[in-house]
């Protein structure tokens, strides 16, 4: 693979724009040449995450060009059946990095250094980091091909800016990536917060002059304190898709008293969305609802912690709220309305002296031992009442196994924690066995144990609630084969297999021709693993072998004979056999 040596990209110039006190390059070399049509927008509240950049839509095709938006150098390539899917990221001179997702190929020269380091690690997934210069690129060359790869639900660019260490991930339109936007956020909904009462939820509508109100009135009576959060979406020009508010601010009599605005945030903390919303009322019916107030355990540095907290010290009386969303063009909407507000003790949160601190450790057994929790400081988002003891539900599933909860799925949790779970003596073996959550609307997880030995099976989990020990002894399916035993085969050809698993996953496959293992693909949405012919094959007689193994270690396996023709003719005699 010829490279060009690094000192040809040193040295470019580069145009800063000062943007609240923070000089970001301006980039006029856009990452595709489509027209940008947004379906993701930068820190759009996901499931358990925000969203982390940009996702620019494909006209529901895939293969259009992808360029770097600067010059630079390969800093990491990643390929995964999950998540981004076909990943590269370019480290730019002027410290940032440029990361492209969702690819369903690399361009050359950089594709030959991907199968290269595929063919050596015996391995359709890998990650590296390639020597700093080692492959060098320019500003607007062509380094992949858009795709659909990993968990993307359809064709689309994910497109991210980050820093060089990888630590803070940034609003690619900072950095002058433009979208077309003149129209104003629309506020759809408001909760509201008091003591002694549950938080009630109101829509919010237009009158026929586009003045927003709430049905019964304007006016909310609080006790002791009072909070809101508000559900709002922010459209683009031309697109059916809408994003999240880039910058929210809430002013009590005209006083500035909360305010957060999405320019940046730290990866490690993209979890943190959980806690950014009112995440009971989010697994409860899917409406993210965002808070309009902040507190100390929230790791987001998103808000503006130089303002005072009114929520609790307002004097009695009738105060004037004053909501302000904002998107990234400045496009604004306000709501105003009253809250005839009475002090007194009450208060919202635990008390700092609750059972579980989310600052501490806490470790926690079940009555009778099986079950042993260790939960790490800053797991949690905020302190608990009562702990999180852990209770045995059955002590004999379908599997021998036990069901267990831990809390309840209404809990946000920031980090993992470890159980350990002991495990009934059964005919099952221990490497087969599983943890299973059940999670919002039914749906299940799988997890795998970290180590199962002296009894014990120990896991990390990401999640509160109700779970199962189960096993895994099912093999993973081969459904169907574009060949088939004694069958001749075009030389050219890929040959395509669909392959499942009920519990734990497609987690390895080999494919050996004549013994030498040779690079398939899988995509997980559609359950297909694909292998394309090499060249060089010889006409005739050649061994296919395939096996398929899941996350537990069962194994599928085909083994069959076929024949490399180069006449098309051949193929005929396929339909006589």
Request: aromatic share 14%; hydrophobic share 30%.
């Amino acid at each position: 693979m010829a490279l060009k040596p690094l000192h040809t990209i040193l040295f470019i110039f580069c145009c800063f724009t000062c943007i609240q006190g923070q000089n970001y390059p301006q980039y006029d070399r856009q990452p595709m040449d489509l027209s940008p049509d947004i379906s993701g927008g930068f820190c759009v509240m996901r499931s358990h995450h925000f969203h982390l950049g940009l996702d620019f839509r494909t006209q529901r095709k895939e293969g259009w060009n992808i360029y770097a938006i600067e010059a630079g150098w390969v800093k990491r390539i990643k390929v995964s059946h999950y998540g981004y899917g076909k990943l590269i990221q370019i480290q730019h001179p002027d410290g940032y990095v440029s990361h492209y997702g969702h690819l369903s190929k690399y361009a050359s020269p950089i594709d030959a250094y991907v199968k290269q380091m595929q063919y050596k690690l015996k391995s359709y997934e890998f990650e590296i980091f390639p020597e700093a210069g080692l492959i060098p690129v320019y500003k607007g060359q062509v380094i992949a091909y858009s795709g659909n790869s990993g968990g993307s639900q359809g064709p689309h660019l994910h497109f991210e800016i980050r820093d060089s260490t990888n630590n803070y991930v940034y609003n690619p339109m900072l950095f002058g990536i433009k979208i077309s936007d003149t129209k104003k956020p629309v506020l759809k909904g408001l909760r509201f917060y008091t003591s002694g009462k549950d938080p009630v939820t109101y829509a919010v509508k237009k009158d026929k002059y586009g003045n927003y109100y709430i049905s019964g009135g304007s006016t909310f009576t609080a006790n002791s304190f009072w909070r809101f959060a508000y559900n709002a979406v922010d459209p683009q020009n031309g697109s059916g898709f809408n994003n999240s508010v880039h910058h929210a601010q809430l002013f009590v009599d005209d006083q500035l008293a909360f305010e957060f605005k999405m320019d940046k945030l730290k990866i490690d903390d993209q979890r943190s969305s959980d806690y950014h919303m009112d995440y009971e009322y989010w697994v409860k019916t899917s409406n993210y609802y965002e808070k309009l107030w902040y507190e100390p355990s929230n790791p987001l540095d998103i808000y503006n912690k130089n303002l005072q907290d009114l929520s609790r010290t307002l004097t009695s009386g009738v105060h004037t709220i004053k909501i302000k969303l904002l998107d990234f063009y400045k496009n604004t909407v306000e709501f105003s309305f009253k809250v005839n507000f009475t002090q007194g003790s009450g208060g919202l949160g635990v008390d700092p002296s609750a059972g579980l601190r989310y600052d501490q450790e806490y470790k926690e057994s079940s009555s009778s031992g099986e079950i042993k929790v260790t939960i790490p400081a800053y797991t949690l988002f905020e302190n608990l009442k009562g702990g999180l003891p852990p209770t045995v539900t059955a002590t004999s599933n379908e599997f021998g196994q036990m069901n267990f909860t831990i809390g309840n799925r209404y809990i946000p949790i920031h980090n993992a924690y470890q159980v350990e779970l002991k495990i009934n003596n059964s005919q099952v073996p221990d490497d087969k066995l599983c943890v299973v959550y059940y999670g919002k609307e039914g749906k299940m997880k799988y997890y795998h144990p970290i180590s199962v030995k002296d009894g014990y099976l120990k896991v990390e989990l990401k999640d509160f609630g109700s779970f199962s020990v189960w096993a895994d002894t099912v093999r993973p399916v081969i459904k169907k084969m574009s060949i088939r035993d004694s069958m001749y085969v075009m030389y050219n050809s890929t040959v395509t297999t669909i392959a499942t698993d009920e519990l734990s996953d497609i987690y390895k496959y080999n494919v050996y021709i004549d013994g030498v293992w040779h690079l398939t693909e899988y995509e997980f949405k559609e359950d297909l693993l694909t292998t394309p012919l090499p060249d060089g094959l010889s006409p005739g007689p050649h061994v296919f072998e395939i096996e398929v193994m899941d996350e537990r270690k069962n194994i599928a396996y085909r083994k069959m004979t076929i024949f490399i023709t180069q006449n098309a003719d051949d193929l005929l005699l396929n339909k006589k056999k």
